[in-house]
């Protein structure tokens, strides 16, 4: 298996544009999370889904931020419009299981810049 | 909700020589305890994880401790390699929670 697929893998973008970040899960796996890396703030939940539907998004930092899930294949993470506060590892990640907590496969992450 | 905190958060030891991460937490509901390694420009993946039902589990070089009571939990890495050297991450969940992450370890190993 490929693994969890993430792309782009850099971005580098202005402040006030519009940032669509893409994953795609590890086939058969229900449940996909959205993670943000930063040094000051490291590893946050900021929404996951279990088949395809939104558990929890509060994580999400503000109206800002979206998230889809159409299909068990793809999942994309929407910035609009970005500010250079969002810069950070952004990792998706998929797990077999239905429980939010259980062993989860990260993606190898989207490094965003707003300039 | 669940705090998890970690220590240390730099690490230097000699290769061969044996690491030790630990990380307490706040809800003694948590049940799941997995340890994550990040290596540079890669997402974090699992290396070993434990249960509430569990005290200790091994996997050739490296293991885990849970003191429930203590509400904290421990890796331990053994005979430390140059790729051993790492960021390290510990997490717990409660119940049907999803995971919170301890700030993490970075794991410098001197060849």
């Known amino acids: 298996d490929a693994g969890v697929i993430q792309s782009p893998r850099h971005e580098v973008t202005e402040m006030g544009q519009e940032v669509t970040l893409r994953c795609k899960p590890i086939?058969?796996?229900?449940?996909l999370f959205w993670y943000r890396q930063t040094m000051m703030r490291g590893l946050e939940l900021l929404i996951y889904?279990?088949?395809?539907?939104?558990?929890?998004d509060s994580g999400m930092p503000e109206d800002r931020f979206s998230a889809k899930m159409p299909n068990a294949s793809f999942s994309t993470l929407k910035i609009q419009p970005s500010e250079p506060r969002d810069s950070a590892v952004y990792f998706c990640?998929?797990?077999?299981?239905?429980?939010?907590?259980?062993?989860?496969?990260f993606g190898p992450g989207t490094r965003l810049t707003v300039t | 909700g669940e705090n998890v905190e970690q220590h240390p958060s730099t690490l230097s030891v000699q290769e061969g020589d044996s690491a030790v991460i630990k990380c307490t937490y706040s809800d003694s509901a948590s049940n799941y305890f997995p340890w994550y390694k990040q290596e540079l420009g890669k997402g974090p993946q699992l290396i070993i994880d434990?249960?509430?039902?569990?005290g200790e589990k091994k996997d050739q070089r490296i293991a885990v401790t849970l003191n429930k009571t203590a509400k904290h939990f421990s890796l331990h890495i053994t005979e430390t390699q140059p790729e051993d050297s790492a960021v390290y991450f510990c997490?717990?969940?409660?119940?049907?929670?999803?995971?919170?992450f301890g700030s993490g370890t970075r794991l410098q190993v001197q060849p």
């Open positions: 086939s058969g796996h229900n449940s």
């Open positions: 889904f279990n088949n395809n539907v939104p558990i929890d």
């Open positions: 434990i249960r509430s039902n569990v």
């Open positions: 990640a998929s797990s077999p299981s239905r429980l939010a907590g259980d062993e989860q496969y």
């Open positions: 997490a717990a969940r409660a119940g049907r929670r999803a995971l919170t």
